[in-house]
């Protein structure tokens, strides 16, 4: 995939990023969108076998349950198609947690520990082993490692004159990120996103930026958000050149 694109990071953590791409189009803003959704690859528990479920709840809705529990995913070592059995053994009078099923591979284990499966009363028990397989959200929902993925232009803004003495200035609401009349992106939680707030008592232009677009993307921790955000570029710079040699052969 050819093209000249600059990248901003303008907030991250492991989970979590807000960045502006400039030199996109639309389209090719929600390819990437639609990519960190369905293109790469995590776990997810597919197939359950119960040893006992003595619980107020039906087989199915656990196995509901435990599809949504994200699980670490070491992309390098693993292929699509591959499985790591997964187990679960509990007493009750106890909540079953994410954290207590085991895994086969120390590389594939719970993200999280506190997902509650289900509460167990006095002689109820939950026991089962399960299948968890590599796949993509194009193939389950449950397989989508991007939980939030969302994009908008980029704006700016443009301050005027001062508005008169006694007119009263309206609210001017925005959300994700801004860029200044000095060029700087800046967060509009900053200014809890009323944009009258940074400049009170001026007059102000909101004009999209042609091309540049606010990105923030969330995962639900199979892999950390820079993992997201690559494996994506590489899926859909692969498929845009799929398209160019199936064209030019």
Same mark, same amino acid.
């Given at each position: ?10 907030? @991250? ?8 791409? &400039? ?10 969108? &639609? ?13 359950? @076998? ?42 009750? *009078? ?14 594939? $284990? *719970? ?32 397989? $989508? ?6 994009? @908008? ?21 925005? &959300? ?8 700087? !992106? ?13 400049? *009170? ?7 999209? !930026? ?40």
């Amino acid at each position: 995939m050819s093209g000249e694109f600059d990248v901003q990071i303008i907030e @991250r953590d492991d989970r979590q990023a807000r960045f502006v791409v &400039r030199g996109l189009t639309p389209a090719l803003a929600n390819g990437f969108r &639609r990519a960190m959704i369905a293109d790469v690859p995590t776990f997810a528990i597919d197939s359950v @076998r119960f040893t006992e479920n003595s619980s107020v709840m039906f087989d199915e809705m656990i196995g509901l349950r435990l599809g949504l529990v994200p699980l670490t995913t070491p992309l390098d070592e693993f292929e699509i198609g591959d499985t790591v059995t997964v187990a679960l053994d509990v007493e009750g *009078p106890a909540t079953a947690y994410s954290g207590d099923i085991e895994s086969s591979d120390e590389l594939v $284990q *719970p993200a999280d520990e506190n997902i509650p499966i289900v509460e167990l009363k006095e002689g109820h028990s939950l026991e089962f082993e399960a299948d968890a397989v590599l796949d993509t959200g194009k193939e389950h929902a449950k397989q $989508q490692g991007g939980v939030a993925v969302g994009f @908008r232009h980029l704006q700016s803004v443009t301050v005027g004159d001062d508005i008169g003495e006694f007119d009263e200035q309206e609210p001017e609401i925005l &959300r994700g990120a801004i860029e200044t009349d000095e060029g700087e !992106v800046v967060l509009t939680k900053e200014f809890d996103h009323d944009l009258t707030n940074k400049y *009170p008592g001026t007059e102000l232009t909101v004009e999209d !930026v042609p091309g540049a677009y606010v990105f923030h993307v969330e995962t639900d921790g199979s892999f950390d958000v820079a993992e997201l955000v690559l494996r994506a570029a590489e899926s859909l710079g692969d498929r845009a050149d799929e398209l160019h040699d199936a064209v030019t052969a």
